[in-house]
Nanobody, 121 residues
Framework: QVQLMESGGGLVQTGGSLRLSCAASTSISSIRSGAWHRQAPGKQRELVAHLTNGGAVHYADSVKGRFTISLDNAETTLFLQMNNLEPDDTAVYYC???????????????WGQGTQVTVSS
């Protein structure tokens, strides 16, 4: 069973940077598309950034110009580079991805367990 595992969260001061990573727990063929979401205490989960199968990227207005979603050349690890962080960015960040486990196998969707990002003022 494939599991996605996020890493790179932590505590950072306002204006600081973090880079989140999302990788599968087992060997996979490729990540076809992926996204990062976040959920702050008392709020609904929101989509932060999305990378489509064709390579297009989309960002929430609140993070445009500060966050960058990307995929490594091997197409097995999804990243979220977060710069100029603000206290409102404090949340649990989750990755999701459409994964092809083996060449020519169907694509299935998976979610990670989340990683905490805390931005202090």
């Amino acid at each position: 069973q494939v599991q996605l595992m996020e890493s790179g969260g932590g505590l950072v001061q306002t204006g600081g940077s973090l880079r989140l990573s999302c990788a599968a727990s087992t060997s996979i063929s490729s990540i076809r598309s992926g996204a990062w979401h976040r959920q702050a205490p008392g709020k609904q989960r929101e989509l932060v950034a999305h990378l489509t199968n064709g390579g297009a990227v989309h960002y929430a207005d609140s993070v445009k110009g500060r966050f960058t979603i990307s995929l490594d050349n091997a197409e097995t690890t999804l990243f979220l580079q977060m710069n100029n962080l603000e206290p409102d960015d404090t949340a649990v960040y989750y990755c999701s991805a459409a994964i092809r486990k083996r060449a020519f196998s169907p694509v299935s969707d998976y979610w990670g367990q989340g990683t905490q990002v805390t931005v202090s003022s």
